[in-house]
């Protein structure tokens, strides 16, 4: 049984199956950078403040670093059979260290400590992801440039509604995708890095050290040049000292903006994704989606199915259910820090895995594509898909727009029950149903370039 943080009120051992049922390494192993970098500035702290000597905290510091390094090269060793991640960096210091390992802990709670790693895991994992969406932009936009000529239909309630660029269609994605880019900057702009709540009421250092928290763990280092990978990490993460302890240990808002931010994210290449299931379908046959991107069946031998994609729609599911989650652990938690809160980081882990994933797979999967430009072409020669040009086109000739809409709408009604052409019928058919349809001038309107281009109200590059 490995050595806790606490203990000393306690006579007996904890029960085996407490220890397994309490235990979190197996998760929050993930924050041990952030959490050896939460020690590094602590030790500096102490330093500043007395508790400990300007060596005591150096060699804390150099043993921290190695522990760092460890973890960056993936060769840390973890104690499975220790509590938590926290413990486990706590007790490796012990080992090597010996008792000046026992002052690290000095005006300092895990509850503190597990939210100040917390915030620093999720900045550092929300830059790496805002590359990773960027990325699939960068793909959705050379898939554009290839492919810019194109226009297909589009659709509302999945009916054909009006020619529109593939361009616009799939730009539309990239919109989305650029909204989340800033929305997890708003989101990590809001998250303050602070250290000094304690447990829950702060600790008998004052602020003004922990104000100065950016250069303590420079302070402690005996040699400066080791610190240097970590110059730009601190600068763009600055630490405070914590003008509420109590709001510090028990706020987990920002967890829950960004496994909601995440849904977004995931909701968005759902979207996608069944576009392009939908697409790559043998009814619509809009596009290839390339075998390297597909699998196959153990029964069907001809089946190529779009696996990915689909695992992207059902992993929306995934999301949303850990957002549920974690607001339902939240809403009936009182102040402060309760052990509930160590479930937020399971779901926040995973979300972050999940759409980390999806990006890189879907970046890929979108640069090949092929687009079936001789099938698309062919949907556009449903009349129907114009019928609002027509529309226009009547209300251009001095025809009040309810009544445009009411004689086009019968139009297309007869050219459906009669099996007729709009642009193949007489002008004498024509004006039946109004003086203003003229046969030469609406036989251009049945043009996809044509209508397209006739909306002014967008704004093109």
Same mark, same amino acid.
């Given at each position: 049984m490995a050595k806790k943080l606490w203990g000393g009120r306690f006579d007996k051992e904890t029960d085996p199956s407490v220890e397994k049922f309490t235990r979190s390494i197996q998760f929050d192993h993930k924050l041990a950078w952030f959490d050896a970098l939460g020690s590094m500035f602590h030790a500096g702290i102490l330093a500043r403040s007395g508790y400990l000597t300007w060596a005591e905290a150096g060699s804390l510091t150099d043993e921290l670093m190695k522990i760092?390094?460890?973890? #960056?090269? *993936?060769?840390?060793?973890?104690?499975? @059979?220790? /509590?938590?991640?926290?413990? =486990?960096? #706590?007790?490796?210091?012990?080992?090597?260290?010996?008792?000046? &390992?026992?002052?690290?802990?000095? &005006?300092?709670?895990?509850n503190d400590q597990v939210v100040f790693a917390t915030? $620093?895991?999720?900045?550092?994992? +929300?830059? @790496? $992801? #805002?590359?990773n969406i960027n990325k699939l932009v960068s793909s959705i936009e050379k898939l554009l440039v290839e492919n810019e000529d194109i226009i297909m239909p589009g659709f509302t309630h999945m009916q054909h509604a009006q020619p529109v660029y593939l361009k616009d269609y799939l730009g539309t994605y990239q919109k989305m995708l650029l909204r989340d880019v800033e929305r997890l900057k708003y989101i990590s702009n809001n998250i303050k890095i602070t250290m000094g709540a304690g447990a829950l009421a702060g600790t008998p250092i004052s602020s003004?050290?922990?104000?100065? +928290?950016? =250069?303590? +763990?420079?302070?402690?280092?005996?040699?400066?040049? !080791?610190?240097? &990978?970590? @110059?730009?990490?601190?600068?763009?993460?600055?630490?405070?000292?914590?003008t509420n302890s109590l709001d510090a240990v028990s706020d987990r808002d920002f967890v829950i903006e960004i496994i909601s931010a995440l849904s977004i994210i995931a909701m968005h290449l759902s979207r996608l994704s069944e576009d392009l299931i939908i697409w790559s379908t043998q009814e619509f046959d809009f596009v290839e989606i390339d075998e390297a991107f597909c699998t196959g069946s153990s029964l069907m031998p001809q089946k190529k199915n779009p696996d990915v994609l689909e695992l992207?729609?059902?992993?929306? *599911?995934?999301?949303? *259910?850990?957002?549920?989650?974690?607001?339902?652990?939240?809403? *009936?938690?009182?102040?402060?820090?309760?052990?509930?809160? #160590?479930?937020?980081? /399971?779901?926040?882990? @995973?979300s972050f895995e999940i759409v980390s994933l999806e990006l890189e797979v879907l970046a890929g999967l979108i640069e090949? $594509? !092929?687009? =079936?430009k001789l099938k698309i072409k062919e949907y556009l020669k449903d009349e129907s898909l114009y019928a609002t040009d027509l529309v226009y086109h009547l209300v251009k000739n001095g025809v009040p727009f309810k009544q445009a809409h009411t004689t086009i709408g019968e139009l297309i009604k007869y050219s459906i029950s009669s099996g007729q052409k709009i642009k193949d019928m007489s002008a004498e058919k024509l004006k039946e149903f109004s003086e203003c349809l003229n046969k030469e001038g609406i036989v251009k309107l049945f043009d996809a370039k044509e209508s397209v281009e006739s909306k002014f109200s967008i704004k093109r590059k």
């Open positions: 760092a390094e460890e973890v #960056q090269k *993936g060769v840390f060793k973890e104690d499975p @059979n220790c /509590e938590d991640i926290h413990t =486990n960096i #706590q007790n490796r210091l012990e080992s090597t260290l010996g008792d000046v &390992a026992l002052k690290l802990h000095m &005006a300092r709670s895990r915030k $620093l895991y999720c900045k550092s994992t +929300i830059t @790496n $992801l #805002q590359v003004e050290e922990y104000s100065k +928290i950016a =250069n303590c +763990i420079f302070d402690a280092a005996q040699n400066e040049e !080791k610190w240097t &990978a970590l @110059n730009d990490f601190i600068k763009e993460n600055k630490v405070e000292s914590t992207v729609r059902g992993y929306a *599911g995934r999301l949303n *259910g850990n957002l549920v989650s974690v607001l339902t652990m939240m809403k *009936g938690l009182p102040l402060t820090y309760n052990r509930d809160m #160590q479930l937020d980081k /399971e779901p926040l882990f @995973n090949t $594509l !092929k687009f =079936n």
